[in-house]
T-cell receptor, first 115, second 114 residues
Framework: AQTVTQSQPEMSVQEAETVTLSCTYDTSENNYYLFWYKQPPSRQMILVIRQEAYKQQNATENRFSVNFQKAAKSFSLKISDSQLGDTAMYFCAFMGQNTGNQFYFGTGTSLTVIP | KAGVTQTPRYLIKTRGQQVTLSCSPISGHRSVSWYQQTPGQGLQFLFEYFSETQRNKGNFPGRFSGRQFSNSRSEMNVSTLELGDSALYLC?????????????FGEGSWLTVV
């Protein structure tokens, strides 16, 4: 079974600074997909970034980038130039191959951006 | 285009009753999956439907069931409600035609069981 671990329940960062959220996972699969979702107080899950395991290049989306270390099974999210609107719960998620659209989620990291 | 729509957004039910939640996926999406979110258990996968067939199922009791219609809209039903069923129920949709499809979530249905 797949497991996803987020070891930082809460984090805070000053506005305009950079913060990194950690995520590790455990799987025996070789091909899979990793995601970071953001859940603001509205509770709607919003996709931040996705990474295909077979791609060595780290994914980036504007101020968001990941550090994907396949051998270490690590998938951290870096948020640059943090903005107040980044305040939210962040979930790391794993999706294997041939499992339909079943996510395995971590427990989340609550990020607060301080003005 | 319209996003994933879930109804109702909020509801209160009494223990022992049953509830039906509805989800309309993004137009063109054929896969609909359901998740339960609680403070204690986090986000847990309930089941996924693709082209009216259940394709995958999580570890929930048989009281939790679902179905998908020909227009890809999906419903989930919980019978004999228990206090522990109080949760945010999230629906997600995707094209579903290959691995790693981007999945889009709805705003969720808040269920409170009293």
């Amino acid at each position: 079974a797949q497991t996803v671990t987020q070891s930082q329940p809460e984090m805070s960062v000053q506005e305009a600074e950079t913060v990194t959220l950690s995520c590790t996972y455990d799987t025996s699969e070789n091909n899979y997909y990793l995601f970071w979702y953001k859940q603001p107080p509205s509770r709607q899950m919003i996709l931040v970034i996705r990474q295909e395991a077979y791609k060595q290049q780290n994914a980036t989306e504007n101020r968001f980038s990941v550090n994907f270390q396949k051998a270490a099974k690590s998938f951290s999210l870096k948020i640059s130039d943090s903005q107040l609107g980044d305040t939210a719960m962040y979930f790391c998620a794993f999706m294997g191959q041939n499992t339909g659209n079943q996510f395995y989620f971590g427990t989340g990291t609550s990020l607060t951006v301080i003005p | 285009k319209a996003g994933v729509t879930q109804t109702p957004r909020y509801l209160i039910k009494t223990r022992g009753q049953q509830v039906t939640l509805s989800c309309s996926p993004i137009s063109g999406h054929r896969s609909v999956s359901w998740y339960q979110q609680t403070p204690g258990q986090g986000l847990q996968f309930l089941f996924e439907y693709f082209s009216e067939t259940q394709r995958n199922k999580g570890n929930f009791p048989g009281r939790f069931s679902g179905r998908q219609f020909s227009n890809s809209r999906s419903e989930m039903n919980v019978s004999t409600l228990e206090l522990g069923d109080s949760a945010l129920y999230l629906c997600a949709s995707s094209l579903g035609d290959r691995d790693g499809n981007t999945i889009y979530f709805g705003e969720g249905s808040w269920l409170t069981v009293v």
